[in-house]
């Protein structure tokens, strides 16, 4: 590949909208190959969000699509409308046989721009599915809940398969969800290979935002887990290689479908050298944080509750929460009353979104109470600032933890917690050795520039490789 060439990059709630690790891996990535032309076709919630990063030189293309935003477009004649749900019919009737569906007369048959909206309630193919699943899924609950969920489930679906994507030599998915749905189209549109890159399991990670929505009631809420399930699955069928960041996650992979040979590790990396060039500082006292957003999937009560234990045995610690607090207001808002109603207000501190390397310099612990993580960056900054890491047993965590009971909690188990932080505080003379393994353990496997040339030699391997069969035929 040369900078004629580009990749085009499908991403879904986060870059370059929202700030987060997945987020800073992506901005990264783009910088680190500036050989090489990236377009960014974006799924994002809603209008005129601002852009939280300055979109590196190498980015030739910005395609934003609202998904929930319903656009007028052609539409589509009779013939073309009947072929479409006879294949929709054809596909789920794949699903139910538990059989990998062939998408590319379906996507074939969709153009760039077609208005399907409503579609799915008022063809008669998609009228008459509704029904029959009503009946037989959801018949204790309201039809006007299971009607609304099944439309808004296609509209969604049908607006990135209609959308305009732009034209790349290869297809990059950061997640499988609408984003790996878009790679699926582009690959058979435009004939170029696909790639996708799981930080996280997406489909995992919905469902557990389903189970905790009170607002999704009986069938709806399995009609959603399984709808996430079947797209994981139809992207890891379609994609030309799945990467993941860790040896687990690759495992969880196969087992819904993905093929082994397909599947390659390629885990995170940091600048190494800035984070290891950090002056650590000791101030008076003790320091506890938290690098994260303040959203539920960070369980930030939990960190909250923690701080309140560890006060209790450490008196006169001093916490701090490191990270944009914008993202879930209303979560935002019951962390801060959590900590009023626990008398943290002296010693407990909101930060917002703050350069991390000023705390780095001076944090006695760095704890993560997430109640799920793939690979987290802020682990393997930490360590490379060489500051000791308490967290939570999941993702990746224990991994990079060196399976430490010393350091590892169950997911909401503040005590736990706690009590890991007072060994930390307990065992000043056993950090030292801890800190430089982990800070040599970083250096040798997270290097951010050995990880990045990887990606490249990906890219380029796969891109010749689609050239090359191209032309043969």
Not at 232 to 252: A, C, G, H, P
Not at 358 to 374: I, N, Q
Not at 423 to 436: E, G, M, T, V
Request: aromatic share 10%.
């Amino acid at each position: 590949m040369n900078n004629e060439h580009h990749v085009c990059l499908l991403l879904e709630g986060s870059y370059p909208y929202i700030t987060g690790g997945v987020s800073s891996w992506v901005h990264q990535l783009i910088k680190s190959i500036p050989e090489l032309k990236f377009s960014l076709f974006t799924i994002s919630p809603k209008k005129n969000m601002e852009l939280n990063y300055q979109l590196p030189e190498n980015v030739v293309g910005h395609h934003n699509v609202v998904i929930n935003d319903i656009v007028s477009g052609k539409k589509m004649d009779k013939k073309r409308e009947n072929a479409v749900f006879d294949q929709i019919k054809v596909i789920h009737k794949s699903f139910k046989a538990n059989s990998n569906p062939d998408l590319n007369h379906l996507f074939s048959l969709i153009k760039e721009g077609d208005y399907l909206h409503r579609l799915a309630v008022l063809h008669d193919i998609g009228w008459k599915m509704l029904l029959e699943g009503n009946a037989k899924k959801n018949p204790i609950y309201a039809f006007a809940d299971y009607f609304w969920a099944w439309k808004s489930a296609h509209d969604m679906m049908f607006k990135v398969i209609a959308s305009d994507i732009p034209k790349a030599d290869l297809y990059h998915a950061v997640s499988t969800g609408y984003a790996g749905l878009v790679g699926i189209v582009a690959k058979i549109r435009y004939e170029k290979p696909l790639i996708l890159t799981e930080h996280g399991l997406y489909h995992k990670e919905r469902e557990m935002e389903i189970k905790r929505a009170s607002y999704v009631k009986g069938y709806q809420r399995d009609m959603w887990i399984q709808i996430y399930n079947k797209i994981s699955q139809m992207v890891y069928q379609y994609s030309d290689k799945i990467i993941t960041l860790f040896e687990l996650n690759r495992k969880k992979e196969i087992e819904l479908g993905a093929l082994n040979e397909k599947t390659i590790v390629i885990p995170n990396g940091i600048d190494v050298m800035k984070f290891t060039s950090v002056k650590r500082q000791k101030r008076p006292g003790f320091h506890v944080g938290l690098v994260g957003r303040v959203v539920p999937i960070k369980d930030i009560k939990t960190f909250i509750i923690s701080c309140k234990i560890i006060l209790d045995m450490i008196p006169g610690s001093k916490f701090y929460c490191i990270g944009p607090d914008d993202e879930d207001i209303n979560y935002f808002n019951e962390c801060q009353i959590l900590v009023e109603r626990l008398k943290l207000n002296d010693s407990f501190e909101f930060t917002g979104t703050k350069n991390v390397m000023d705390y780095y310099t001076f944090l006695d612990v760095v704890m993560l109470t997430s109640v799920r993580e793939a690979q987290p960056l802020v682990i393997l900054e930490a360590y490379a600032a060489g500051v000791p890491v308490v967290a939570t047993r999941v993702g990746n965590i224990p991994e990079l933890l060196d399976y430490d009971e010393r350091l590892l909690a169950s997911p909401k188990d503040p005590e736990k917690l706690a009590q890991n932080v007072k060994w930390i505080f307990d065992h000043p003379s056993l950090l030292r050795d801890l800190i430089d393994r982990n800070k040599l353990k970083v250096v040798k496997f997270y290097d951010r520039q050995e990880v990045f040339r990887a990606y490249y030699e990906l890219y380029r391997s796969i891109a010749i490789q689609g050239i090359d069969s191209k032309t043969r035929e």
